[in-house]
């Protein structure tokens, strides 16, 4: 009886393996829903698949069941690193002020701010040309009717500004359109003006660290 119920368990155990191939046979019940195959055996080892919860006719043995899927395996060891992807879109710059609509210092005031097409904000790559256009005005001080003026901008943490859209006596106002390069170092760079009192533009070689009323806007360099 052992023997013969150990060949019947082998004869199981090679039906499982093959199982996809016996589903064509007549001789095949389908497994239940949740996969698990009913069968009986005999004393020379011999299968028989039935129903599920049925009994064995006569001289067989069983039933036995076993699962067509079986259990889950083991987790396997983890894979090696995927290679490094592409380089993400840059993030808007980051501002730490909160930035005056209309900048205004000593006599100068400054609107319709644009920086490369947006407002007061733009990423930008090192080195790069960086667009502003804005509105400028200035009054011209009732304490020296007869001093000549500047308006310059640039980068505030820089130790002299880079342009220099006015020279003259007297209250104007216009537009200025001129081109930054951005620093080649990553980081956040603030844009500012400052009011000078020189003879020239080309007088003009340094300027007092801008405040922050002074800013205009802020690039993040990549």
């Known amino acids: 009886m052992r023997r013969s119920?150990?060949?019947?368990?082998?004869?199981v155990a090679m039906l499982a393996?093959?199982?996809?191939?016996?589903?064509?046979g007549s001789s095949l019940v389908a497994p239940t829903a949740d996969g698990v195959f009913w069968a009986c055996?005999?004393?020379?080892?011999?299968v028989k698949f039935v129903a599920e919860g049925s009994e064995c006719p006569g001289n067989w043995h069983g039933p036995v069941q076993w699962n067509q899927t079986g259990p889950t395996g083991p987790q396997g060891p983890a894979g090696a690193d995927g290679a490094t992807g592409p380089q993400g879109p840059v993030g808007p710059a980051t501002a730490t002020v909160a930035f005056d609509p209309v900048p205004t210092f000593a006599d100068v005031t400054v609107t319709n701010i644009s920086i490369n097409g947006g407002s007061f904000t733009a990423p930008v790559v090192a080195g790069t040309d960086v667009q502003v256009e804005l509105d400028w005005?200035?009054?011209q001080p009732g304490w020296c009717p007869s001093c000549i003026e500047q308006i310059v901008f640039g980068f505030a943490s820089?130790?002299?500004?880079?342009?220099?859209?006015?020279?003259?006596?007297?209250?104007?106002s216009g537009h200025a359109s001129f081109t930054l390069?951005?620093?080649s170092t990553p980081g956040t760079y603030y844009i500012a003006f400052?009011?000078?009192?020189?003879?020239s533009c080309g007088a003009i070689t340094s300027w007092p660290v801008p405040a922050p009323n002074q800013y205009i806007g802020v690039v993040a360099v990549h």
């Open 5 to 11: 119920l150990i060949a019947a368990l082998t004869a």
């Open 17 to 24: 393996v093959v199982s996809g191939a016996v589903l064509a």
């Open 41 to 46: 055996y005999d004393n020379g080892g011999n």
């Open 137 to 139: 005005s200035i009054v």
């Open 158 to 172: 820089l130790a002299q500004p880079s342009v220099c859209v006015y020279s003259g006596i007297g209250s104007q």
């Open 181 to 183: 390069t951005a620093p």
């Open 194 to 199: 400052y009011e000078h009192m020189q003879y």
